[in-house]
């Protein structure tokens, strides 16, 4: 089921909630592509190293770089310019799309200065995985790699990655934003904002007691600067929700398998089908492998058969023994409950693959490991 994917889609992206080996598994993708000979960009927006740590590429920055050489040799890829790494910058992301929009370099600095544009590009909800459509959007239309990557920002909902562009949308074009910033008369020079507070509003003085009249001076040079660049960012998100819906587009879901989880692999595989946006496939990751002997009769023999611990007394094994099969049972009490998510899953979105990739003796913090993990993912 991977396989295919990274052979023939131009974008990959992997979304689901944090800690369950999201940027992982966007690394291992990537080290596959390059092994299959696609150029290959690997991008994530997470501030923490860790995907810089998974490809050993040290510090990443907001230009792409290629994965080192002695690293490629490593992860069994045979030509060093086919994998590349960046971190996506939120701010340049943002700027870029000012930058495009706004011509004047004064007006620029006004407006990267405005704390209202601030607060919008770096906490707005959603501003996040917005930032991160645009710098896809720009490195797809760019055309310079056969694949790109993304793992999306933890999220504690999936969906907030595939909404945000929409989100964003909403906030900067919605009726209060565009009264605030219509022109207040035939001279089309003063704005709504400006003409109430010449007027001594009421409404406007208890504003001011609330949030302060500094903030509304900043939310009036912010309006008045920004209507040149509200168009851009409306029609930006409109061609970032066409692109993340194209065919050459694919969602991959990263899962752990336990009940809330699949819960949430549910819904948001209800809501795609809904957008008509269809999900590629759900990777379940740390999947717990079948335990062997869990018998206490059976650990007794496998241990005296072996010569390591042939001069054990009786009282010795019985008790290792006894141990082991009680560490034995609970995991595989765990791998019985983890089998019966993954057939929910199965049964309830019988239409879409699901990848397993068992849990590694250690964590994937390796170039060798992060290849295995590659490989459990091509081999499903």
């Given amino acids: 089921m991977i396989r295919p994917l ?5 974008i990959l992206v992997c979304v689901g909630p944090g800690g369950v080996g999201k940027t992982t598994t966007a690394a291992a993708l990537g080290v596959e592509a390059a092994r299959l000979g ?17 490809l050993g590429v040290g510090t990443l920055g907001p230009e792409p770089r290629p994965v ?18 960046v971190r996506l910058d939120t701010a340049r992301a943002f700027a870029r799309l000012v930058d495009e929009q706004v011509a004047d370099p004064a007006m620029r600095r006004r407006i990267f200065d405005n704390p209202i544009y601030r607060q919008i590009t770096t906490t707005l909800t959603g501003s996040q995985e917005y930032a991160a459509t645009l710098a896809l959007y720009e490195l797809a239309r760019g055309g310079g790699y056969d694949l790109i990557v993304l793992d999306t920002p933890p999220t504690a909902n999936a969906l907030d990655f595939l909404d945000a562009p929409k989100r964003i949308s909403a906030a900067i074009g919605s009726p209060a934003i565009k009264w605030f910033a219509r022109p207040a008369g035939d001279s089309g020079k003063l704005f709504s904002l400006q003409r109430l507070r010449a007027g001594g509003a009421l409404v406007l003085r208890r504003m001011a007691k609330l949030v302060g009249s500094r903030f509304l001076d900043d939310l009036s040079a912010f309006l008045t600067d920004f209507q040149d660049v509200l168009a851009g960012f409306l029609d930006r998100a409109g061609a970032v929700d066409r692109l993340l819906r194209d065919a050459d587009t694919a969602f991959l879901l990263v899962l752990a398998p336990v009940v809330a989880a699949v819960d949430e692999a549910l819904y948001f595989h209800g809501r795609l089908r809904q957008a008509g946006v269809p999900l590629a496939g759900f990777i379940a990751n740390r999947v717990q492998p079948a335990p ?10 496998a241990l005296r058969a072996t010569p390591a611990y042939a001069d ?3 009282a010795a094994i019985g008790d290792a023994a006894a141990r082991l099969g009680a560490l034995a049972r609970t995991l595989r009490a765990l791998h019985d409950s983890e089998g019966r998510e993954i057939a929910r899953l199965a049964e309830r979105a019988a239409e879409t693959a699901i ?13 060798i490991e992060l290849r295995v993990v590659g490989e459990a993912l091509v081999a499903g």
């Fill in 6 to 10: 990274i052979e023939n889609k131009r």
């Fill in 38 to 54: 696609r150029k290959t960009l690997v991008c994530t927006i997470d501030p923490a190293p860790r995907l810089a740590d998974a």
């Fill in 68 to 85: 080192p050489e002695e690293a490629c040799r490593a992860l069994g890829i045979p030509a060093f310019d086919r994998l590349y790494a």
């Fill in 292 to 301: 062997g002997l869990t018998d206490d009769v059976g650990l007794v023999e």
């Fill in 312 to 314: 054990l007394s009786d």
């Fill in 355 to 367: 990848t397993q990739v068992p849990l590694l003796d250690r964590d994937v913090d390796n170039l």
